[in-house]
């Protein structure tokens, strides 16, 4: 991960019109971006795709005018959030799915590295997301943001726009019902 000197030269070299700095950050931060908007809305993986994309057209049409975030992966996931919002209150039309050979072509990791681990990581992991999607989705997305994203309580807070307490208080009571559905 980039230390925070770093993404704010690269902010800052974005914002001057620089546009390997502006791809760069768009590599940096697409996956976590289309994996948060998934967990938000599984409506098309084309429809996350376009807001993200949706919200990185703006970043370069009012660059000039942006001030330098103190955390930008925090700053896009709020975006991401806020043009998804906006766009299923203006009930936008229904995105077809990407297909997947399409999808497999807009990550960079190799297959091989993923696909070798044994079944049993891959049954608990199936069995950990099936838990999870039992839970509300208050809990759902709080307990995303704080062990996917790796989000402080405060950025947590802000994101679900409840105060600090109240996002402890989400994730702990998340893992509070997962870890007693897994004990049963």
């Known amino acids: 991960m980039i230390e925070t000197k770093d993404e704010k030269l690269l902010w800052e070299a974005f914002q001057s019109g620089d546009e390997e700095a502006y791809t760069q950050i768009y590599r940096l931060h697409v996956k976590v971006m289309y994996r948060y908007g998934m967990s938000l809305v599984s409506v098309s993986e084309a429809f996350v795709f ?17 001030s ?10 709020k975006s991401l959030k806020v043009r998804i919002l906006h766009l299923l209150k203006r009930k936008e039309q229904v995105y077809v799915s990407l297909a997947d050979e399409d999808f497999d072509t807009l990550w960079e990791e190799s297959s091989d590295g993923i ?3 044994n079944d049993e990581f891959y049954n608990r992991q199936d069995l950990i997301k ?9 809990q759902q997305e709080a307990i995303r943001l704080r062990y996917v994203e790796n989000m402080d309580y405060g950025e947590i807070a802000s994101l679900l726009s409840v105060n600090r307490q109240s996002a402890q208080n989400l994730v702990f009571r998340a893992v509070e019902r ?7």
């Open 115 to 117: 696909f070798n681990q």
């Open 130 to 138: 099936k838990l999870i999607a039992q839970l509300p989705p208050r």
């Open 68 to 77: 330098v975030p103190d955390n930008m992966r925090f700053y896009l996931l």
């Open 178 to 184: 997962l870890r007693s559905w897994i004990a049963i």
């Open 50 to 66: 376009d807001c993200i994309h949706d919200v990185f057209t703006e970043l370069w049409i009012k660059r000039e005018r942006l």
